[in-house]
Structures are given as structure tokens and as C-alpha cells.
């Protein structure tokens, strides 16, 4: 059997021009998604660890570091503020304005909002990133309660998951008990009748979400997880982050107000004030450093009086 050569070179020419179109082809659906979303795409492919094979990872491990940055966490809104009462409105009870004047009024400062409930509703670092330019993440477990805070657009990171109470990944049975969340105990199964919304989950260290987000210097901490606030302040590794200062629920952690007062104490932390009203029971902590550089001395500031009504008092004598 002959081939002639000429045939030869039209069968070399004709895949060589498949060979080239192909090319065009991908070159112009790399074009076509820019460079960026290309290797997005094909990195999305690649399958996540197993929710199962995080528990138990280290605070600091950096496959729980990479998977609550790339799976837990949502990034600032860019829309603008879908807010019910207003950017005037300051819904905290009492909290915002006392850190606000202990921090010296500080712009463009970082905080972390444990509890972010509807990220409106009774929020202490709303006021902070209206008024003084500041951002920070939104963790709250509760899922209704988080697709409420999305919907608020806040100029912060969000995550619906759970704070833990150990310096590890774990996994524990969460109860969601009309809009709130917490880590079930044994005191949650002494209700009265009420089927109780169980779910297992895994709870990641407080450390891990600052570690994904580059931040270790926190100017405010707001913790109100239902009774775990003694054992998450426990876990967190104090000699490597810098937290300036913090407020606190108290009135049903386990150990009581005592212990809890002994061990931020012990941290180098002063207790400062104590806030109380029907909503609000928190102790509100400021770092010795931080309290020796305030003008808090020369201010007025806010102190709930017995009709939960707000008057102003000089406060000079900080250990009162």
C-alpha cells in the first residue's frame, strides 16, 4: 500500500491545526475566567478534609487554620447597612460606651463579637464599626439567628459556628433552644417538657479564628455564649495574643462570678465594672497597661443606676 507524500503532509497539517485551535480554545477560556478564577475553580475541586478529621487538631494546626479560612469564614459585606433601628442607634447596653471611652475612643480598632445573636439585636461592637471605623468577626452558632446577622450586611467577618472549650478542635452535642445556641449540659436536660433541638458539631478554639484572620491583637472582646465563658477564656493561649479589653456574661457560668474575677485577675486584667439590666449581666475586664494610659479618669461615664436608667458619675476610683 502507497501513501503519498503529499497526503502525508495534509494529515501532519490537519493535526497540527487541531493541536493549535485546541490551544486557542483554552487560552480563551483561561482569558475568558482571568487567571485567578481559572486556578480558583480548579482548586475548588480539590475535596475539603473530612468535618470528622478535624476534631482533635491542635489550636494552631494549620490544616484547621486553612479550613476555618476557607470554609467557615465570610468576608466583610460590601453592601450597604440593612439596619432596622438606624446607624444612630448604639443597641448595646451600656458596653460600647464604656470600652469606647476606656479605649480612648480609638479608631480603626479589631474586636470579636462571640454571641453575634442577629448582628443588631443587642450588639456590642455595632456602635464600634459605625462610629469609629472598626471591623472584627461575628461568630454565632445559631442558624437563624446567623442568616439574620448576614442579611444586616456588617463590615466584618462572620462565621456560623461555635467558640470551644478546649485548645482543640471538638466535637460536642449543640442545643438550639429557641433563638439561642450553646454547648449542651447536663443542666439543659432539667426543662420543663420542651423537645430539645440536638445537634452534634464541632466547636473550633478561639485562637484558630484569629490565627485565619492575622490578628492577634484584639482592642474588644464580647463573650456571651450561654454559661461556657469561663472554660473558653481557659483555652485561649494568653501569652500570645494581646486583648485589651472585654466584657463578659456571668450569671450562669458554673463557676461563678468569683472565679471567673480570680482568673482574668490572674491575667493581668482589672475588673472594672460590672454591668446588670434584664438583658445584660457582664462584668466588663480591661488590661492593666490599657488602664494606665486611659483618660477614663478625666471622663464621665455611664453607670446604670437602680431604675436601669442611665446617669453619669465621675469614676475615679477604679478599684471601687
Known amino acids: 500500500m502507497t501513501v503519498s507524500l503529499s497526503n502525508v503532509f495534509k494529515r501532519s497539517y490537519a493535526v497540527k ?5 485546541s490551544c486557542i480554545m483554552l487560552l480563551s477560556h483561561i482569558n475568558f475566567y482571568k487567571p485567578e478564577k481559572f486556578v480558583k475553580m480548579m482548586s475548588s475541586k480539590i475535596v475539603p478534609p473530612a468535618y470528622e478529621d478535624l476534631v482533635g487538631l491542635d489550636a494552631d494546626d494549620p490544616r484547621l487554620i486553612d479550613y476555618i479560612r476557607q470554609h467557615v469564614i465570610v468576608p466583610p459585606s460590601t453592601e450597604p447597612y ?22 480612648n475612643r480609638k479608631r480603626n480598632g479589631f474586636y470579636i463579637e462571640s454571641g453575634g445573636f442577629t448582628g443588631e439585636v443587642l450588639s456590642n461592637t455595632l456602635f464600634f464599626e459605625i462610629k469609629r471605623n472598626w471591623t472584627g468577626i461575628l461568630i454565632e452558632p445559631n442558624p437563624k439567628n446567623f442568616k439574620k446577622l448576614l442579611s444586616r450586611n456588617r463590615k466584618a467577618h462572620s462565621a456560623k459556628a461555635c467558640i470551644g472549650e478546649i485548645e482543640a478542635a471538638a466535637k460536642v452535642v449543640f442545643v438550639n433552644r429557641k433563638d ?53 477564656l481557659q483555652s485561649i493561649p494568653w501569652d500570645k495574643v494581646d486583648i485589651k479589653t472585654l466584657s463578659v456574661e456571668y450569671n450562669i457560668i458554673p463557676e461563678g462570678k468569683p472565679a471567673l474575677i480570680d482568673f482574668m485577675t490572674s491575667k493581668g486584667y482589672i475588673h472594672y465594672m460590672e454591668l446588670n439590666r434584664p438583658y445584660t449581666h457582664d462584668l466588663i ?36
Open 17 to 21: 491545526g487541531i493541536l493549535f485551535l
Open 285 to 320: 475586664f480591661v488590661k492593666q497597661e490599657v488602664l494606665d494610659h486611659t483618660r477614663v479618669s478625666y471622663r464621665d461615664l455611664p453607670i446604670l443606676n437602680s431604675n436601669n436608667t442611665y446617669m453619669w458619675i465621675k469614676r475615679t476610683n477604679f478599684d471601687s
Open 82 to 103: 440593612n439596619l432596622h433601628y438606624g446607624i444612630n442607634h448604639d443597641p448595646s447596653d451600656g458596653q460600647a460606651k464604656v470600652v469606647d471611652e476606656l479605649l
Open 180 to 232: 439561642i445556641g450553646k454547648i449542651f449540659n447536663v443542666q439543659d436536660s432539667s426543662n420543663t417538657g420542651e423537645s430539645l433541638d440536638l445537634n452534634n458539631a464541632i466547636c473550633f478554639p478561639l485562637y484558630s479564628f484569629l490565627l485565619a484572620l492575622g490578628k492577634t491583637t484584639v482592642d474588644y472582646f464580647s463573650l456571651d455564649v450561654e454559661s461556657s465563658e469561663y472554660k473558653v
